[in-house]
Every structure is written in C-alpha cells, then in structure tokens.
C-alpha cells in the first residue's frame, strides 16, 4: 500500500462519498487528508481530519474504505501520528452513529472512550463522540507493542 498527502480536496470528496451522514456537505473548509492506494493504484481509503481547533488541541478524525485490508499498522500509525506528533493535539474525535458496532468495537480496543449522544444523527439515530487522548494513545496495548508514538517510528512511516 501506498499513502498520499496534499490531495486533501480529492481525498475528502472521495472520503465523504462513502459516509452517508457526511455525503454532499463534506468536512468544511480548513482539512488535511490522506489516500490509502493499492497495489493497482486505486484509491481505496481516505482519513480526513477536520474541524481542528489549535487551541483547544482538539481535531475530528473520519474515514472510510472500500475495502479492509486497508488498516493496516502502518496505516494506524499514520493516522494517530498526525494530530498528535505532527499537529501538537492533545485529544482527537470521531463521531459514530451508534449502530456502527464494529467500528465502536475497533476504537474501544484503541483506547477510545465513549459518550452515547441521542439524535446525533437525525431524528432516528444516535450516535457516540469518541474520544481518544493523547495519554490513552501512549498507553493503548498497540502503541505498547508498536512504538507509533516514538518520533524515530514517525519517521520511518
């Protein structure tokens, strides 16, 4: 796999696409994003980080695929070590609609803690804040085994 930066408009439009409750309206102004891309070439998965707020510490983190093998640690790494080695955050956000189980149940294996938010959604929907600080991040069992967190680790991914 490959990853590509500073197509942050393609990624996120490609992104949105396949998250229901995003589609058209997008993230907004003011994103960074990065493409997972297959041994073909293809875009199969984008991270968008949006709604960053410098001086609260805090950015929103959403993504989607077209396909699984695309988390891969490599591309975990990638992801956590933007907003938090790269950007300086000291909490990061994902929105998930309730419903989303297996999603829920990869974060909480992260490290993530949850907030169950009724009508985050719409009317019929709930939905959870996510949210992972930079202290869980440290001391999630992946980063104990990985060592994302390291900046000679940052460097090499």
Known sequence: MQYVYGHDEAVANFTAALIPHVGDRGFGPHIKAM?????????????VFHNYDPDAGIIEISGAALDKRWITRETIARIYQYPFLFCGCQMVIQRVPADSENVLRILAAYGYTFIKIPRL????????????????WIDNKFNKRFRHYLPEQQEAA
């Open 121 to 136: 959604f719409g009317r019929e929907r709930d939905g959870v804040l996510c949210t992972l600080t930079y202290e869980d």
């Open 35 to 47: 493409g997972v891309i297959d041994e073909d070439g293809k875009l199969i998965a984008g991270v």
